[in-house]
């Protein structure tokens, strides 16, 4: 199909890079020859401080240096990691640090398709955060990049790596759910979504995520994970979206919406509503993947089966793992066990061993920047109020 011709398109050099390069292992690097990875995080705010401290409980990751504009980020930062790291206040010197052999990007959303690039450009393996790129130039110039480069590069959607959710995608695959009517995805909250500042200067800085300059807001943020979710169980994406949003709660002068109501279309006739409210935490974190012989709910790390025409029945080997007989779960279903590490964990884990093993990770630069077309594609019908299709030169 035309509106999949992004993965096609790019695949083609993917696969190209995959025969020349990876069959014949030369990607052979650093982090082989002395068996332990050393990793350069670029911007220590929540979430590269707190994925330093999840990358000390890893063996064989050793985090050398640190970067970000900020100092007292910085400084949190050097304090997460039990390895001593060098600090940097230039992404480019950590660049420079040659033993360095990959690089974690958790800057914000705007900058990270030029950082990305310019840690391919320097010899680095990628572990690049969501959202991938803001904006279409931006996502296309990173995956021509990645597609020239022999290094790993991995998207930081996390639930791509969980277990339990890749369980959940094989069981809608071979049919549990039945042919699949509609998804039904929210991220729900309570609060300003606010981080606080020493300094009024320090505002766009630490506050990045409430300008659109910088910011996909909710739909970058969070929805985001759910998007990519639904990309990858139908193995197409969307040939249009609609949607609403605004500031309509925080009435702070910000500039990404607090709440938004985003539906996308598939070839294959499925609608896939999105929704984040940051007023209201009802259910918080939820997706419903409704189909003719059942549901699955999905929740950050449970997941349930309501089989369609059945309530409070006992049946046995819902989810082919546990082989116990399931009981029900009140307003939820039978539920899916199967033992998984915490995605954020399990993502690094799956970098580390694409690295290793030479191996291109799950997450890819192709599947990210799916996702990141479109969350553009979300962005562009609510802020422009209109329908917006699949970009036609993908």
Same mark, same amino acid.
């Given at each position: 199909?035309?509106?999949?011709?992004?993965?096609?398109?790019?695949?083609?050099?993917?696969?190209?890079?995959?025969?020349?390069?990876?069959?014949?292992?030369?990607?052979?690097?650093?982090?082989?020859?002395?068996?332990?990875? &050393? *990793?350069? +995080? =670029? /911007?220590?705010? %929540?979430?590269?401080?707190?994925?330093?401290?999840?990358?000390? !409980?890893?063996? &064989? *990751?050793? +985090? =050398? /240096?640190?970067? %970000?504009?900020?100092?007292?980020?910085?400084?949190?930062?050097? !304090?997460?990691? &039990?390895?001593?790291? =060098? /600090?940097?206040? %230039?992404?480019?010197?950590?660049?420079?640090?040659?033993?360095?052999?990959?690089?974690?990007?958790?800057?914000?959303?705007?900058?990270?398709?030029?950082?990305?690039?310019?840690?391919?450009?320097?010899?680095?393996?990628?572990?690049?955060?969501?959202?991938?790129?803001?904006?279409?130039?931006?996502?296309?110039?990173?995956?021509?990049?990645?597609?020239?480069?022999?290094?790993?590069?991995?998207?930081?959607?996390?639930?791509?790596s969980s277990r339990l959710y890749t369980h959940v995608v094989d069981l809608i695959k071979q049919g549990k759910v039945g042919k699949i009517s509609a998804f039904e995805c929210q991220w729900n909250r309570h609060g300003n979504w606010r981080r606080p500042v020493p300094e009024s200067k320090y505002e766009k800085a630490v506050n990045w995520r409430m300008y659109r300059e910088f910011s996909g807001g909710l739909t970058a943020e969070l929805s985001s994970h759910q998007i990519d979710f639904v990309n990858w169980v139908l193995d197409e994406v969307p040939y249009q979206v609609m949607g609403v949003g605004g500031v309509d709660y925080w009435k702070d002068s910000r500039e990404t919406f607090d709440n938004i109501h985003l539906t996308y279309s598939y070839p294959?006739?499925?609608?896939?509503?999105?929704?984040?409210?940051?007023?209201?935490?009802?259910?918080?974190?939820?997706?419903?993947?409704?189909?003719?012989?059942?549901?699955?709910?999905?929740?950050?790390?449970?997941?349930?089966?309501?089989?369609?025409?059945?309530?409070?029945?006992?049946?046995?080997?819902?989810?082919?793992?546990?082989?116990?007989?399931?009981?029900?779960?009140?307003?939820?279903g039978y539920p899916i066990n199967v033992e998984h590490l915490e995605p954020s964990k399990q993502a690094l884990l799956d970098f580390r061993d694409a690295i290793i093993n030479n191996t291109q990770p799950k997450s890819s630069v192709l599947t990210g920047a799916n996702t990141a077309t479109c969350v553009q594609m979300g962005l562009d019908a609510m802020y422009n109020n209109t329908v917006v299709q699949w970009p036609k030169d993908l």
């Open positions: 199909m035309k509106r999949r011709s992004f993965i096609k398109k790019t695949g083609v050099v993917a696969s190209a890079v995959a025969c020349s390069s990876y069959a014949y292992g030369s990607l052979l690097s650093n982090a082989n020859m002395h068996n332990k990875i &050393n *990793i350069g +995080v =670029i /911007g220590t705010g %929540d979430r590269g401080g707190g994925l330093t401290s999840i990358i000390n !409980s890893i063996e &064989n *990751i050793n +985090v =050398i /240096g640190c970067c %970000d504009i900020l100092p007292f980020r910085l400084e949190h930062g050097l !304090s997460k990691a &039990n390895s001593k790291p =060098i /600090g940097y206040s %230039d992404y480019r010197k950590l660049l420079d640090n040659k033993d360095i052999d990959a690089v974690l990007v958790a800057t914000p959303f705007s900058t990270h398709s030029k950082i990305a690039i310019d840690a391919l450009d320097a010899n680095k393996h990628v572990y690049c955060e969501k959202t991938l790129a803001k904006g279409n130039s931006g996502i296309q110039s990173l995956v021509k990049k990645s597609n020239q480069s022999n290094n790993i590069f991995q998207t930081g959607h996390q639930y791509h294959s006739g499925v609608k896939a509503k999105f929704t984040c409210l940051t007023s209201n935490a009802k259910n918080g974190y939820e997706i419903k993947v409704m189909g003719d012989k059942g549901t699955i709910i999905i929740d950050t790390h449970r997941a349930w089966f309501y089989p369609e025409g059945q309530k409070n029945k006992v049946i046995k080997d819902v989810d082919g793992v546990s082989g116990a007989t399931a009981q029900w779960d009140e307003n939820k």
